[in-house]
C-alpha cells in the first residue's frame, strides 16, 4: 500500500478536513494524562507525531518541557508559527515515526489522536513503541490515543458531505481487510484533489499484548477524552497508559 500519509499529512488541505479537532478537545485530553500521570512541573515531554501542535503548545504553555516530532513540514510549520505567538519554546524537529534517533531520555511519550497504525505491518505499527520504552525513564508512561475498532465497525457512516471555507469535502468510508479506510476528495471551484486515509483496526487485547512483549506495563485505560470507563462497544476512544 501506498505511504498515504505523506501527500495526506503534507497537503494544504488537511487542517481543512480536520478543523473540528481544536484546542478544547486537546485541553480535555491533555488534562486527563496529567491527572493520572501527576507528573511534576519540570517534566520531560516527546510528542510523537505532533502534527500541528495543538497538544504541544498547551502543555508548553503549562509549564513542560517539551519535545515533538512529525513527518509534515507544513504541520510542523503551523505549529512553529503557533508556537512562536503565544511566545512559547518548544523543541520541533521533522522525522518519521519508524526512524527516531534521540539521546534525551522523557518522563512521558505521547501518542495522541490516532497517530497510530498507519503502516502496513504490526512490526513498522509498533516501532516506535520500541524506541519509547528505552527513551522513557523508569516508573514513567506511554500514553496512546488511539481509536476504539469495535466502536469503528458498529458506528461507520459511509459517506458525509460538508463545506469548510469555500470546499466541498466529501469522505467515503470502509472496512478493508481489518483497516478503516477512507477516501477524501476536496473540491475547491473548479480544482479537485483526492486524498486517502487507512487506519490498521487493532484490537485492545492486540495492543496491550504487544506493549507487553516490549516490556511495558498496562496500566489504566479510559473511552474518551472526559476520561469515562471504557466500554468495548460504546467509547469512542481507547485511551490507554502503559508504564515503564
Known amino acids: 500500500m501506498k505511504e498515504w500519509f505523506k501527500d495526506w499529512f503534507s497537503s494544504e488541505e ?3 478536513v480536520y478543523q473540528h479537532r481544536n484546542h478544547e478537545d486537546a485541553q480535555k485530553l491533555l488534562e486527563l494524562i496529567i491527572r493520572e500521570t501527576k ?14 501542535g495543538r497538544h504541544c503548545i498547551n502543555l508548553a504553555l503549562w509549564g513542560f518541557n517539551v519535545t515533538g516530532f512529525d513527518l509534515s513540514k507544513s504541520l510542523l510549520k503551523k505549529a512553529k508559527s503557533d508556537a512562536a505567538l503565544q511566545k512559547i519554546e518548544i523543541d520541533l524537529f521533522c522525522a518519521d515515526i519508524r526512524k527516531i534517533y534521540l539521546c534525551k531520555k522523557f518522563d512521558l511519550i505521547l501518542n495522541l489522536f490516532t497517530s497510530f497504525g498507519y503502516f502496513n505491518n504490526d512490526e513498522e505499527n509498533f516501532c516506535f513503541v520500541r524506541t519509547a520504552y528505552n527513551l522513557l525513564n523508569k516508573n514513567c508512561y506511554y500514553v496512546l490515543d488511539y481509536l476504539n475498532a469495535n466502536f469503528v465497525i458498529n458506528n461507520l457512516v459511509p459517506e458525509t458531505i460538508k463545506e469548510a471555507k469555500n470546499k ?3 469522505e467515503l468510508r470502509r472496512i478493508e481487510n481489518g483497516r478503516v479506510v477512507k477516501e477524501i476528495t476536496i473540491q475547491n471551484g473548479a480544482k479537485k484533489n483526492s486524498y ?3 487506519v490498521q483496526l487493532y484490537s485492545k487485547e492486540k495492543i496491550i499484548a504487544e506493549f507487553e512483549k516490549i516490556g511495558f ?10 476520561g469515562s470507563v471504557f466500554n468495548e462497544n460504546k467509547s469512542p476512544r481507547l485511551i490507554l497508559f502503559f508504564k515503564r
Not at 39 to 52: E, R, Y
Not at 217 to 226: A, R, T
Open 217 to 226: 506495563n498496562f496500566d489504566k485505560l479510559f473511552g474518551d477524552y472526559e
Open 168 to 170: 466541498k469535502i466529501v
Open 14 to 16: 488537511y487542517l481543512s
Open 39 to 52: 507528573l511534576s512541573k519540570d517534566a520531560s515531554i516527546l510528542d510523537a507525531a505532533c502534527g500541528a
Open 196 to 198: 486517502l486515509e487507512s
